[in-house]
């Protein structure tokens, strides 16, 4: 089956589309599993995706869901913020963030009373913080929180410690999993001595919030071993302080079963009673994947040419 779609995502056209479900993740983490049915937003033109959801209940009747959007084979993330109903009827859409460079994975976290936006901008070489206000959609007060190439960099409070997890822009961005720590949310964060504290294509680049059940903590990482984004694996820290890092597999999540192609699922999010995933899907087109690659192929005589 692996082969198989390694096939699929070599030769489909492919777009992210979101999923959310009335659901918590304390049950994902238990059953180890996500709901079999999914409410789908996807945007209407079939070479834009929607990525990297996080889902806030705002209240009994309204969500707010930020996430990615972008063009298929294009560098022009832009963060967007839907509100929904309770029946996940789409009510708002707006641009939150879109800069000069791309945007991605809009990490969300709560802090002394205010909410704060992290959006993914390794192409611009830092990672930026901003106060987030869900109720009027607005950011304010950009600060800088590290200047490194950081992706999919995710936020956690624990012993007394700020820690920042993500991988970085190059080679290594979906492989090598590092750790910065420091005594405040935006003070001076230094590196963990193990970094990187993982090397690995499965379990390395983060794919969402962290989640404590039972006195357990949970790390969400992408498994891209066979392809970007081929599942989603559920990481227990064992040991997490300056000197020592240490994490076990808890559980696979892989993508939902579609009536369509299913390729891939890389980021999941929970807030109160609901989940928010993305799912990877493809169409067969072998015809124009074909011309792209015969395109290419001439190109690259008429360069050596």
């Known amino acids: 089956m692996v082969n198989v779609k390694k096939w699929l995502f070599k030769v489909c056209e492919k777009q992210w589309i979101i999923g959310i479900a009335q659901c918590t993740m304390e049950e994902v983490i238990r059953n180890k599993k996500i709901p079999s049915s ?7 033109d079939s070479k834009k995706s929607y990525a990297d959801p996080f889902i806030l209940n705002i209240s009994e009747n309204k969500l707010n869901l930020l996430f990615e959007e972008y063009t298929t084979g294009r560098y022009d993330g832009m963060i967007k913020s839907m509100t929904l109903n309770s029946l996940l009827e789409v009510q708002a859409e707006q ?5 000069d460079t791309h945007l991605s994975y809009p990490f969300l976290y709560f802090d002394s009373g205010k909410l704060y936006l992290f959006p993914e901008s390794g192409r611009s070489g830092a990672l930026s913080g901003y106060e987030y206000n869900p109720r009027n959609v607005a950011i304010t007060n950009e600060f800088i929180v590290l200047n490194k190439p950081l992706i999919d960099a995710s936020l956690l409070y624990y012993q007394e410690r700020y820690w920042i997890f993500a991988t970085q822009l190059g080679e ?10 420091s005594d405040k949310l935006n003070g001076h964060y230094r590196a963990h001595k193990m970094n990187p504290v993982k090397s690995s294509m499965n379990g390395s680049r983060p794919a969402g919030n962290f989640i ?4 357990a903590l949970y790390r ?4 891209c071993s066979n392809y970007y984004g081929e599942s989603i694996t559920i990481q227990k820290i064992v040991t997490l ?8 597999v808890y559980c696979t999540i892989p993508p939902p079963r579609l009536d369509r192609i299913n390729l891939g699922i890389h980021t999941i999010n929970g807030s109160g009673q609901w989940v928010a995933i993305d799912v990877l899907i493809g169409r067969l087109n072998p015809f124009k994947k074909i011309k792209k690659y015969l395109q290419r192929k001439w190109a690259s005589i008429q360069i050596m040419q």
């Open 38 to 44: 999914f409410r789908w937003i996807k945007p209407d």
């Open 95 to 99: 641009t939150l963030l879109k800069t």
């Open 172 to 181: 290594s961005s979906q492989k090598e999993l590092h750790i910065y720590h």
């Open 212 to 215: 404590t059940v039972d006195g």
């Open 220 to 223: 969400p990482s992408q498994n």
């Open 241 to 248: 302080n300056e000197e020592q890092y240490q994490e076990e």
